[in-house]
């Protein structure tokens, strides 16, 4: 199994910042795509950004030139640093990873989320 688990979420001002980080753990042979979706209440979860194993990034229009989006390979982590923050940014975030696993002498694919974590932006 893989298991995703998000830290870093909470209650900020409009213009803030928090910092997430979402860490991946188990039996992980590689890791391809790791990204962050959200999703507000009475809308469907929308991509925020993710972020390939070739380290090239993907942002949704709403959040470019605030929100960057990195990983940190050795340690199975990827973290969304969000400035600038906005009202409209409260929603619940979820991590996502996309890679292979090992399990019972076979590696398969695998695409897991996380638990989600609460970012309220208070005007």
């Known amino acids: 199994q893989v298991h995703l688990v998000e830290s870093g979420g909470g209650l900020v001002q409009a213009g803030g910042s928090l910092r997430l980080s979402c860490v991946a753990s188990g039996s992980i042979f590689s890791i391809n795509a790791m990204g962050w979706y959200r999703q507000a209440p009475g809308k469907q979860r929308e991509l925020v950004a993710d972020i390939p194993s070739d380290g090239s990034t993907n942002y949704a229009d709403s959040v470019k030139g605030r929100f960057t989006i990195s990983r940190d390979n050795a340690k199975n982590t990827v973290y969304l640093q969000m400035n600038s923050l906005k009202p409209e940014d409260t929603a619940v975030y979820y991590c996502?990873?996309?890679?292979?696993?090992?399990?019972?002498?076979?590696?398969?694919?695998?695409?897991?989320w996380g638990q989600g974590t609460q970012v309220t932006v208070s005007s």
């Open positions: 996502n990873a996309g890679g292979f696993k090992r399990e019972n002498f076979a590696v398969l694919p695998f695409n897991y």
